[in-house]
């Protein structure tokens, strides 16, 4: 990550096919102080609070699981059919103390693992690695989850004496492999969970972006009969990032230290209390006032985010089947949503093929190789369609289209 933006810093009339940012045009200057006013009058009039009430609970230090938990909820019902208990629903300082919250929590001690399907996004295995819990690889492959290989895994780490405690996950969309989990597997998977003992951490940041007019698949949350599934939810692509508002819906029943048996929620909101105290309630109004403001649907408001990408997806990939014809040993996976594609080339790509390309091709992108903690070389790079425009993106794979055709000719060795 700090390698990505020194790139990005350094050259800064780079066209940057590597960040995973929403689409800055949609910003609206206007937006946030309204949703603030929203909020304030749903605390006045919904929530019957007094005016010194309501100062209260915008200024002061606030609730550790935080002040938005039912609007979430209600979100979640309406736009995912997941109907949680508000008490379930811890707000965090973006999904990364989501993540950061759930490990630790799942860390009890030295023989504790997680399994993450790889390639694994890198606030996982970042947050893993602050809370010295090893990640196991699983096989991702174009279905998303190889569901042998999770199983094996597990089997594998008991074999060793180690505890795998869940498996992390992204169905929809994923970052960067830009795969999803078909329905079909979604329940195998959520059987398997049962079966081996699992929880499963659905991590869903891009779950409303499919491209075209496709409809939804249901979440891991959303047929989680079994309460296998710690949801980490985040409204960084589907309001604005600058809030840093996320959460975790944690409604399992688990024993404390104590021995006294309460919500999975309530004991990250303990970790929480010594992590960040509570999260800004000033953030969360805006957040929430958002909400309030499209009856707590995030997918219709996200419906001019969702036509943009879906434009860019396209023009990214015809842009490279123009670049690339058939015979081409340059090759993409065709995502169904979100903001990335993976691109497959003839040659290893590591930073220092991104330094150059930053520097002499003027285009910037992000090795696969940062998404595999195990520092093997992947012929593999990432683009990433969310924060640019159609004219960027011709510039930016003219650009690459030059940089690989220079690497092909470099790295192939003269016949004879
Ligand atoms: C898969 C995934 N999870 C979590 C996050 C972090 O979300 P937030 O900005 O809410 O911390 C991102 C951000 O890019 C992401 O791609």
Same mark, same amino acid.
């Given at each position: 990550?700090?390698?990505?933006?020194?790139?990005?810093?350094?050259?800064?009339?780079?066209? #940057?096919?590597?960040?995973?940012?929403?689409?800055?045009?949609? $910003?609206?200057?206007?937006?946030?102080?309204?949703?603030?006013?929203?909020?304030?009058?749903?605390?006045?009039?919904?929530? =019957?609070?007094?005016?010194?009430?309501?100062?209260?609970?915008?200024?002061?230090? !606030?609730?550790?699981?935080?002040?938005?938990?039912?609007?979430?909820?209600?979100?979640?019902?309406?736009?995912?059919?997941?109907?949680?208990?508000?008490?379930?629903?811890?707000?965090?300082?973006?999904?990364?103390?989501?993540?950061?919250?759930?490990?630790?929590? &799942?860390?009890? !001690?030295?023989?504790?693992?997680?399994?993450?399907?790889? %390639?694994?996004?890198?606030?996982?295995?970042?947050?893993?690695?602050?809370?010295?819990?090893?990640?196991?690889?699983?096989?991702? =492959?174009?279905?998303?989850?190889? &569901?042998? *290989?999770?199983?094996?895994?597990?089997?594998?780490?008991?074999?060793?004496?180690?505890?795998?405690?869940?498996?992390?996950?992204?169905?929809?969309?994923?970052?960067?492999?830009?795969?999803?989990? =078909?329905?079909?597997?979604?329940?195998?998977?959520?059987?398997?969970?049962?079966?081996?003992?699992?929880?499963?951490?659905?991590?869903?940041?891009?779950?409303? $972006?499919?491209? +075209?007019?496709?409809?939804?698949?249901?979440?891991?949350?959303?047929?989680?009969?079994?309460?296998?599934?710690?949801?980490?939810?985040?409204?960084?692509?589907?309001?604005? %990032?600058?809030?840093?508002?996320?959460?975790?819906?944690?409604?399992?029943?688990?024993?404390?230290?104590?021995?006294?048996?309460?919500? $999975?929620?309530?004991?990250?909101?303990?970790?929480?209390?010594?992590?960040?105290?509570?999260? #800004?309630?000033?953030?969360?109004?805006?957040?929430? !006032?958002?909400?309030?403001?499209?009856?707590? #649907?995030?997918?219709? @408001?996200?419906?001019?985010?969702?036509?943009?990408? /879906?434009?860019?997806?396209?023009?990214?990939?015809?842009?490279?089947?123009?670049?690339?014809?058939? +015979?081409? %040993?340059?090759?993409?996976?065709?995502?169904?949503?979100?903001?990335?594609?993976?691109?497959?080339?003839? $040659?290893?790509?590591?930073?220092?093929?991104?330094?150059?390309?930053?520097?002499?091709?003027?285009?910037?992108?992000?090795?696969?190789?940062?998404?595999?903690?195990?520092?093997?070389?992947?012929?593999?790079?990432?683009?990433?369609? #969310?924060?640019?425009?159609?004219?960027?993106?011709?510039?930016?794979? *003219?650009?690459?289209? @030059?940089?690989?055709?220079?690497?092909?000719?470099? /790295?192939?060795?003269? @016949?004879?």
């Amino acid at each position: 990550m700090n390698f990505l933006n020194e790139v990005s810093q350094h050259w800064p009339d780079a066209v #940057s096919l590597a960040a995973g940012r929403p689409y800055e045009e949609f $910003f609206d200057d206007d937006a946030p102080g309204r949703w603030l006013d929203r909020f304030r009058r749903h605390l006045a009039v919904d929530l =019957g609070q007094t005016p010194e009430q309501v100062r209260r609970t915008l200024f002061q230090y !606030g609730r550790t699981k935080g002040i938005i938990h039912h609007l979430i909820a209600r979100n979640l019902a309406v736009d995912e059919d997941v109907h949680v208990d508000d008490e379930a629903v811890v707000v965090t300082v973006g999904c990364q103390e989501a993540m950061l919250l759930v490990l630790r929590a &799942l860390r009890a !001690g030295p023989a504790d693992v997680l399994l993450a399907v790889a %390639p694994t996004y890198v606030g996982l295995t970042g947050a893993a690695r602050l809370v010295d819990l090893p990640v196991w690889p699983v096989a991702g =492959g174009p279905a998303g989850v190889d &569901l042998a *290989d999770l199983r094996a895994q597990a089997h594998r780490a008991r074999a060793e004496g180690l505890r795998p405690r869940a498996c992390y996950v992204m169905p929809d969309f994923a970052n960067p492999s830009g795969t999803s989990i =078909g329905p079909a597997d979604r329940q195998r998977l959520l059987d398997l969970a049962a079966e081996e003992d699992l929880l499963l951490i659905e991590d869903n940041p891009y779950g409303l $972006f499919p491209a +075209g007019d496709v409809d939804r698949v249901p979440t891991l949350k959303a047929l989680d009969t079994r309460r296998r599934v710690v949801y980490l939810g985040s409204f960084a692509k589907t309001v604005l %990032p600058g809030a840093r508002i996320g959460y975790v819906v944690a409604d399992q029943r688990v024993g404390g230290v104590d021995g006294a048996v309460g919500l $999975f929620a309530d004991q990250l909101a303990k970790i929480k209390s010594m992590v960040s105290v509570n999260t #800004s309630p000033l953030a969360q109004a805006v957040i929430g !006032g958002a909400l309030l403001e499209h009856g707590c #649907s995030l997918v219709a @408001a996200n419906r001019r985010e969702r036509a943009a990408y /879906t434009r860019n997806r396209d023009h990214l990939l015809a842009g490279l089947r123009r670049r690339f014809p058939a +015979g081409s %040993p340059v090759r993409w996976n065709s995502p169904a949503g979100g903001f990335f594609v993976v691109v497959t080339v003839p $040659f290893p790509v590591d930073d220092a093929l991104l330094r150059r390309s930053a520097e002499r091709y003027g285009v910037l992108w992000t090795p696969m190789a940062h998404f595999y903690d195990d520092g093997r070389p992947v012929e593999a790079l990432r683009l990433s369609v #969310s924060a640019v425009t159609p004219a960027q993106i011709d510039l930016g794979l *003219d650009r690459l289209a @030059a940089l690989i055709t220079d690497e092909l000719t470099r /790295t192939t060795v003269p @016949a004879g």
